[in-house]
């Protein structure tokens, strides 16, 4: 089991800019490829962003190219979401998750199916 705890979201108005951050407690993060999804009120789960075990590959859903940056810091055992331009419909809770396998090599693609290990998720909320 590997535990994921996200943290950074928050209240900003639109036009801000968060960083959420994403760490494996007791479990080295660099193997996984790792993939943040997000889900508002009334709507079906996301995916946002996904970064490689070895941050060659980056993969973004098209609502948030450009304004969205993933990264990861293996030797911080953490990973990072930088978020530019928010927008009110960018307003959602953002979850952390890892996968064993590069899901988006295979026939998961963006899917949540892809990923193992899923966080408690994060609140982002963007005024307009």
């Known amino acids: 089991q590997v535990l994921l705890v996200e943290s950074g979201g928050g209240l900003v108005q639109a036009g801000g800019s968060l960083r959420l951050s994403c760490t494996g407690p007791g479990r080295t993060l660099s193997s996984y490829t790792m993939g943040w999804f997000r889900q508002a009120p009334g709507k079906a789960r996301e995916f946002v962003s996904a970064i490689s075990w070895g941050a060659l590959s980056t993969y973004y859903a098209d609502s948030v190219k450009g304004r969205f940056t993933i990264s990861r810091d293996n030797a911080k055992n953490t990973v990072y979401l930088q978020m530019n331009s928010l927008k009110p419909e960018d307003t959602a809770v953002y979850t952390c998750?890892?996968?064993?396998?590069?899901?988006?090599?295979?026939?998961?693609?963006?899917?949540?199916?892809?990923?193992?290990?899923w966080g408690q998720g994060t609140q982002v909320t963007v005024s307009s």
């Open positions: 998750c890892a996968a064993d396998r590069n899901p988006l090599s295979g026939p998961y693609g963006t899917s949540a199916r892809g990923y193992d290990y």
